[in-house]
T-cell receptor, first 116, second 113 residues
Framework: GAGVSQSPSNKVTEKGKDVELRCDPISGHTALYWYRQSLGQGLEFLIYFQGNSAPDKSGLPSDRFSAERTGGSVSTLTIQRTQQEDSAVYLC??????????????FGNGTRLTVT | TQLLEQSPQFLSIQEGENLTVYCNSSSVFSSLQWYRQEPGEGPVLLVTVVTGGEVKKLKRLTFQFGDARKDSSLHITAAQPGDTGLYLCARTVGGTSYGKLTFGQGTILTVHP
């Protein structure tokens, strides 16, 4: 389909392991975002990419979290040494070119991460 | 603060009933977005309101932006089971020109047939 694609849809990992979450944005969308959705905290902003650079990483919870984007397209969110509090749904969103504040975000279906 | 407070947190109604969901903040916001999210899926944008006092209609859904731009409401007329889902309001974080959003905690709506 033409929507934002995320993989895997579900990931169960043991505490202390590293995980990689992938996002394929809508073709042509230069802006890409990662959000996290958890029961206690709701939906929280993690990081924003414009092209391959990340001008806003202010939402990353700790230095265990990192993200990159290559070719202005696919993005990977990496969580090192996972902790139980990292369990959440990680959502990726993209938006069309332009710097309009109200450019709509198109969300993927998320990756549900469970740390045991 | 740029926090958004949504109420009620849960709403369980019968098909055909009307309902209103509220989104409030202590600070003025330039625009507000409403999203709907179904289980296992990402949020989908329903509407963006930008002007104080603005009213937008989307079939049976009516969105209102308060005159002072500190509050918004979503009213659903004659709710149907297909309206079931999580409704979220969101605002752009002040000072940013991109999609960095602060979300309310959401309202879980269940419409029973």
């Amino acid at each position: 389909g033409a929507g934002v694609s995320q993989s895997p849809s579900n990931k169960v990992t043991e505490k202390g392991k590293d995980v990689e979450l992938r996002c394929d944005p809508i073709s042509g969308h230069t802006a890409l975002y990662w959000y996290r959705q958890s029961l206690g905290q709701g939906l929280e902003f993690l990081i924003y990419f414009q092209g391959n650079s990340a001008p806003d990483k202010s939402g990353l919870p700790s230095d265990r979290f990192s993200a990159e984007r290559t070719g202005g397209s696919v993005s990977t969110l990496t969580i090192q040494r996972t902790q139980q509090e990292d369990s959440a749904v990680y959502l990726c969103a993209s938006s069309a070119p332009g710097r309009r504040k109200n450019s709509p975000l198109h969300f993927g279906n998320g990756t549900r991460l469970t740390v045991t | 603060t740029q926090l958004l407070e949504q109420s009620p947190q849960f709403l369980s109604i019968q098909e055909g009933e009307n309902l209103t969901v509220y989104c409030n903040s202590s600070s003025v916001f330039s625009s507000l977005q409403w999203y709907r999210q179904e289980p296992g899926e990402g949020p989908v944008l329903l509407v963006t309101v930008v002007t104080g006092g603005e009213v937008k209609k989307l079939k049976r859904l009516t969105f209102q932006f308060g005159d002072a731009r500190k509050d918004s409401s979503l009213h659903i007329t004659a709710a149907q089971p297909g309206d079931t889902g999580l409704y979220l309001c969101a605002r752009t974080v002040g000072g940013t020109s991109y999609g960095k959003l602060t979300f309310g905690q959401g309202t879980i709506l269940t419409v029973h047939p």
